[in-house]
C-alpha cells in the first residue's frame, strides 16, 4: 500500500503536467507560435448624414424649366422670382377663353383692360365692321391646346408667345383655330397682369 501522502504528491504532479500541456497547446496557434492576444476593435463611428444623397435643388427653391423656351423662361425668372410657369399657363388658358368670348360679344369694356392698344384698335374696328354688316360671330367651342411656344426679356418687358389650337362655332358650322399670342408683362410694374400683345396665325 501507498502511503497517503506520496499518492497526494503524485496526483499533484500528474495534474501539473496535464495544466502545463493545456497551456502550451491552448496558448499555440497552428504554426506552433505563441497567440497574440488583440484589443478588440472599436466599433466604427458611422456619420448618420453620410449616406444622405444630396437632392436635386435642394439648397433653393428655383424652378427648372424645359422645352425650346427654358432660356427665355429663365430670362424671365431671373428678373421676376414670383414668375411660375404652371400659373402662368393657367391664366393664358383663362385669358384666350375670356377674350375670345368678349370678342365674339362685342363685350368692349371685357376685352379693354386685356389688350395692348394696338389690339384693342383692331379688334374694335373687326367688332364694329361685324356690327355693321350683321355676320355672326364665332364662339369658343373649346382648347384643344396651349403650350408655351418662346419667351424672352425686352428691358423690363416680359414677352410669352403662347401657341394655342382651339374649336370655333357659329352654331352651323365649326372651325379650328391655330393662333399665336403674345403676353407681355413689365416686371417693374406693380400690376401682375400679363396683357396680349399680339396675334399671329399659327403655321
Known amino acids: 500500500m501507498f502511503d497517503p501522502v506520496i499518492q497526494v504528491v503524485i496526483l499533484a504532479a500528474i495534474a501539473l503536467f496535464v495544466l502545463f500541456r493545456l497551456y502550451t497547446v491552448l496558448g499555440r496557434g497552428e504554426d506552433n507560435s505563441p497567440v497574440q492576444r488583440t484589443q478588440p476593435a472599436k ?5 448618420p448624414g453620410a449616406n444622405d444623397l444630396p437632392l ?17 423662361l429663365e430670362d424671365i425668372y431671373n428678373a ?16 384666350y377663353t375670356m377674350i375670345v368670348t368678349a370678342f365674339a360679344a362685342g363685350d368692349r369694356d371685357t376685352l ?5 392698344d394696338d389690339v384693342y384698335e383692331a379688334w374694335d374696328r373687326a367688332i364694329a365692321e361685324r356690327e355693321t354688316t350683321g355676320a355672326s360671330a364665332f364662339d369658343l367651342l ?10 424672352e426679356m425686352d428691358g423690363n418687358m416680359a414677352r410669352i408667345w403662347v401657341r394655342y389650337e382651339a374649336e370655333l362655332g357659329d352654331g ?23 396683357i396680349l400683345d399680339d396675334v399671329e396665325e399659327a403655321k
Not at 80 to 92: C, I, K, V, Y
Not at 142 to 151: N, V
Open 80 to 95: 421676376d422670382n414670383s414668375f411660375n410657369e404652371a400659373t402662368f399657363m393657367r391664366g393664358a388658358k383663362a385669358a
Open 142 to 151: 373649346r382648347i384643344r391646346r396651349a403650350e408655351i411656344e418662346s419667351a
Open 172 to 194: 352651323e358650322t365649326t372651325r379650328t383655330a391655330r393662333e399665336l399670342w403674345a403676353y407681355m408683362h413689365d416686371v417693374t410694374a406693380n400690376d401682375p397682369n400679363w
Open 112 to 116: 379693354r383692360p386685356l389688350l395692348d
Open 56 to 72: 436635386p435643388n435642394a439648397d433653393n427653391d428655383r424652378p427648372i424649366f424645359t422645352g425650346p423656351a427654358a432660356g427665355g
Open 43 to 47: 466599433p466604427r463611428q458611422v456619420d
